[in-house]
């Protein structure tokens, strides 16, 4: 006797969705029959798409049942999965969203595993638990339905070597390929293609989930793996899931590597847990991973964030004894540091050895000491860093001046400001409102309102739009000069 159960499934949006909601199931109620065909199938999944969330892009899985009995002991089952789109009206990623098959219901035997182009997208499947398969078939993955020719094999093979791929949909077919491949290529091959899929940049979540596909079809993790587990979990900002990573690595008797360690303080320092990322870089040079340049500057950039530039400053010492050399990075993040916690003095000095060791610095080193000094009004002292960084082809940018001009400026130095503007437009940079605003504020404070009011002109012709500041200084300039009627119109 043969016999035909249809069973239809939503399945689950697990990257597009935020992390509360929840997808909207509409199954399609069971047809037995023996005689349906694809094409009706397909028709009546989506003559039923209106019933799907509207902000979401659901997925129908049809499950094809064909049983034969042919005794009380024996039998043959034999399971078909085909999808159709449900089209919705706002899709967040479009075809380079990722579908997830979740709780196949009634699952049998034997179940093909497949990887499906529907309009650009990759379906993978999968069930959930291994008890939905029977004891007998539990590890088998069949790879029927994904068979190559010869010259498409070396094809993917190339690909795989090159790690290179244009979207995200020819990387998840690379993988699903792979995945079927007898016998299964190696954990290193796998760990390249997820490497070439964080560079994207975006689809993190699905590396997760892939790795997941990995050791489901008995693929051991190596060191490279899960630290690109940790990076991506660092990504979502799940430190805790890239912590319960580093604790497997433990586990596993593997050495949790420099990179491991510093993508974790990263982000600990990210989120402002800077005693855990301590903790944790004590923990490293304890187990005997001597910290690089990248990890000493991150935890010097993080001590810096909470104001104990003299322990930043203490570690760039203990960096140097241990051998590692910081770099321009290094020394921008402490000068920066120093700057902000008004230790100009001490960031000169940071400045002069860091050039004596021959390192050159960049244009975020000078802005920032240019802007220390300034705060302390010695703007001639900020005008010589001006010009030595001009000296060595280290291009000022608006900041550079902007910060200048403002502390000339307060000074009372109108003129000498006026010539740095003169100096800003002949090497090409348009003032910007701040520029503007500045010079007014001198003028004001020379009471001369009728300069500052022909600037507040200038920038409106030049197309730049003055904001609040701009006009509170000029109402205050003709206030001051008892013009109230004019301060008045604006």
Known sequence: QLWTGLYVLAVDLMFLLPRNAS??????PAVHTAHFSFPKLVHALR???????????????VLERDYEEKDKHRGRSMVVMMAAAAEAAAVRR??????????????????????????????????TTSSLLSSNHSNSISSSTCSRSSSSRHKHKKDDASSSFRNIDDALASFNHMLHTKPLPCTSQFTKLLSAIVKMGQYYDAVIYLSKQMELAGLSPNIYTLSILINCFSHLQRVDLGFSVLAKIIKLGLQPSIVTFTTLINWLCKVGKFAQAMELFDDMVARGCQPDVYT???????????????????LLKKMEEAGCHPNVVTYSTIIDGLRKDRRVNEALDIFSYMKAKGISPDIFIYNSLIQGLCNFSQWKEASALLNEMMSLNIMPDIVTFNVLVDTICKDGKVSEAQGMLKTMTEMGMEPDVVTYSSLMYGYSLQSEVFEARKLFDAMKTRGCKPDVFSYNILINGYCKAKRIDEASSF
Do not use: D
């Open 296 to 314: 000493y500057t991150t935890i010097i950039n993080g001590l810096c964030k909470i104001g104990q530039t003299a322990a930043a400053a203490e």
């Open 23 to 28: 997808v909207l199931e509409a199954p399609i």
């Open 94 to 127: 479009g075809s380079e969203a990722i579908f997830i098959g979740s709780q196949i219901q009634r699952c049998l035997a034997t179940t093909l595993y497949s990887a499906m182009k529907i309009k650009g997208m990759i379906l993978l499947l999968s069930p």
């Open 47 to 61: 003559e039923r798409r209106s019933c799907f969330h509207k902000s979401s892009f659901s997925i129908s899985v």
